[in-house]
């Protein structure tokens, strides 16, 4: 199994700045994407950022600019850098890990995995 756990989640003014961290622990292969979304009050989960294992990243358009995904392979680390925060910014953040490889009963099997959200207010 593969454990995500978030941080860096918390209240700030229009305007501010925020780090979110994720670290995948466990027994695993390799993970194709690390990703975030989010899920703001009476809306659908959406896609924020993610980045591939070779560094290829995609961005939601109301963030471009904004915000910057990066990984780091080695420390099974997947960050999101907040810049330029607006209210409707505010939501939970989830860290996905996509496309798992991992050894079950003798073979391969891949899964995706979530994090338990972190929250992010943006607001005066």
């Known amino acids: 199994q593969v454990q995500l756990v978030e941080s860096g989640g918390g209240l700030v003014q229009p305007g501010g700045s925020l780090r979110l961290s994720c670290a995948a622990s466990g027994t695993f292969v390799s993970i194709n994407a690390m990703g975030w979304y989010r899920q703001a009050p009476g809306k659908q989960r959406e896609l924020v950022a993610s980045i591939t294992s070779g560094g290829t990243t995609n961005y939601a358009d109301s963030v471009k600019g904004r915000f910057t995904i990066s990984r780091d392979n080695a420390a099974r680390t997947v960050h999101l850098q907040m810049i330029g925060l607006k209210p409707e910014d505010t939501a939970v953040y989830y860290c996905?890990?996509?496309?798992?490889?991992?050894?079950?009963?003798?073979?391969?099997?891949?899964?995706?995995?979530w994090g338990q959200g972190t929250q992010v207010i943006v607001s005066s």
């Open positions: 996905n890990a996509a496309n798992v490889r991992r050894w079950y009963r003798g073979g391969i099997v891949t899964d995706d995995y």
